[in-house]
């Protein structure tokens, strides 16, 4: 599950993601991962 970082820790399916040990993964350590091997444009 990618997050972002308004969404709370308490949000209740944040907190069943973790209870069923789904990765819960901040939106932008997510696109630092996408664009590691890339080359990117801003």
Known sequence: MVI???VKDD???VEE???Q??????????L???MRMKNGIA
Do not use: F, T
């Open 32 to 34: 630092a991962e996408l």
């Open 4 to 6: 972002s970082s308004a």
């Open 11 to 13: 949000n209740v399916e």
């Open 17 to 19: 993601a973790r209870r």
């Open 21 to 30: 040990k789904i990765p819960v993964i901040p939106r932008a350590e997510m």
